[in-house]
């Protein structure tokens, strides 16, 4: 059963363990679709958090943080890379969660290459989208933390946060 908003409107720190072991569904415009059991995130928290993207307050680019919980904040790195976040928490304080491992695929830039995703996605609502969307899954328990990634731009005190959450890779 597909998540509904509510399950995205909690705060930040709250979802990103709980996605760990839900199935994001992709469907592609043939009909195929592709189905993998997310086991990493990371989670960016508002414009007090250094390391989030609205750090410097609400831009083109970040604008979808600022909506309730439950949308897709896409963005590009390197020119090359596109990014999946989750968009969680309440109206006006951008929180998301960045997908960074699902099924076999490890990073974040091959996940969403693996899942053709790319700017048309920004803003996607996971709760009615026919494209993409987050399955229930039994909770996992069992993971461990570790500091954020790729974040240098960022305070130290901000850099070392265990706000990494990482549940075994599933074997398929």
Same mark, same amino acid.
């Given at each position: 059963?597909?998540l509904?908003?509510? !399950?995205?409107?909690l705060?930040?720190?709250?979802?990103a363990?709980?996605?760990?072991?839900?199935v994001?569904?992709r /469907? !592609?415009?043939?009909? +195929?679709?592709?189905?993998?059991?997310? @086991?990493?995130?990371?989670?960016?928290?508002?414009?007090?958090?250094?390391a /989030?993207?609205?750090?410097f307050g609400?831009t083109?680019r970040?604008?979808?943080m600022?909506?309730?919980?439950?949308?897709?904040?896409?963005?590009?790195?390197?020119?090359m890379? @596109?990014?999946l976040?989750?968009v969680?928490?309440?109206?006006?304080h951008?929180?998301a969660?960045l997908?960074?491992g699902?099924?076999?695929y490890?990073?974040?830039?091959?996940?969403?290459?693996?899942?053709?995703?790319?700017? +048309? !996605?920004?803003g996607?609502?996971?709760a009615?989208?026919?494209?993409?969307w987050i399955?229930?899954?039994?909770? /996992?328990?069992?993971?461990?933390?570790?500091p954020?990634?790729?974040?240098d731009?960022?305070?130290?005190? @901000?850099?070392?946060?265990?706000?990494? !959450?990482?549940?075994?890779?599933? +074997?398929l």
């Amino acid at each position: 059963m597909r998540l509904t908003n509510n !399950f995205y409107r909690l705060d930040v720190i709250e979802v990103a363990p709980l996605l760990l072991g839900k199935v994001l569904v992709r /469907c !592609f415009d043939d009909g +195929s679709m592709l189905k993998v059991p997310i @086991w990493e995130v990371e989670a960016y928290r508002g414009e007090e958090d250094l390391a /989030c993207h609205a750090r410097f307050g609400r831009t083109v680019r970040n604008d979808v943080m600022y909506h309730p919980g439950g949308y897709v904040y896409m963005y590009l790195i390197y020119g090359m890379y @596109w990014m999946l976040n989750v968009v969680t928490g309440d109206e006006n304080h951008p929180q998301a969660v960045l997908v960074r491992g699902a099924g076999s695929y490890d990073g974040p830039g091959k996940l969403a290459k693996a899942l053709q995703l790319d700017r +048309s !996605f920004y803003g996607e609502d996971l709760a009615t989208s026919s494209r993409i969307w987050i399955e229930d899954a039994p909770v /996992c328990t069992e993971y461990t933390t570790a500091p954020r990634v790729g974040i240098d731009y960022a305070p130290r005190s @901000w850099r070392t946060i265990h706000w990494r !959450f990482i549940a075994a890779r599933p +074997s398929l």
